[in-house]
């Protein structure tokens, strides 16, 4: 097992100065929850959840990730998952990468690929599903039922994760 609190840094660090939409929290908040809601559902599902927005939000590569694992002390199979786990999790359907889509259709092709995703990507999406509810009924009412509708219609699809978290997800969504 590496060095969960060399890892825990070093995400707080490329995360920096980043802050949760429409808060004055540090974005490193959401990526705790999403990790503690993972820990007890997947192995490694902590590492996961702490580190699943880092390729999209932060510039790193999966290179450097891997990288930063190895040096925390994490065995090279354990690292390679981690890696390969956050990649699953990181946007695809970007407008940068498909710029010619429509908004809509990027969502909905996203979608479709989040549907392929393993067991352990999906385990750690149905956390952070679970944490954006809570953030969209909080700061973005407006929008709630919306956001709640399409989302029960993608856990329905997302079937190969922890079955707890997976219900939990959807018991939230409801």
């Keep these: 097992m590496g060095d969960r609190q060399q890892l825990t840094e070093w995400v707080k660090t490329r995360h920096g100065a980043q802050l949760i939409r429409r808060t004055k929290e540090p974005y490193f908040n959401h990526l705790t929850a999403v990790a503690e809601m993972a820990a007890p559902a997947l192995t490694l599902g902590y590492e ?7 390729l999209e939000d932060t510039g790193t590569t999966q290179e450097e990730l891997k990288a930063a694992l190895l040096s925390f ?12 786990c956050v990649v699953e999790l990181t946007d695809v359907f970007t407008a940068d990468n498909y710029p010619e889509l429509s908004k809509a259709e990027r969502k909905k092709g996203e979608a479709a690929r989040l549907i392929t995703m ?11 599903l679970i944490y954006n509810l809570n953030w969209v ?3 973005d009412q407006k929008h709630a039922h919306k956001y709640r509708k399409k989302k ?22 409801f």
């Design 73 to 84: 002390g994490y065995p090279n199979g354990d690292a390679d998952f981690i890696t390969s």
């Design 118 to 128: 393993s067991a352990a990507a999906q385990t750690v999406k149905y956390a952070d």
């Design 48 to 54: 996961i959840g702490l580190c699943h927005d880092l």
């Design 137 to 139: 009924l909080t700061y």
């Design 152 to 173: 029960l219609l993608l856990l329905a699809e997302l079937d190969k994760g922890n079955d707890e978290l997976r219900q939990h997800a959807i018991n939230c969504f």
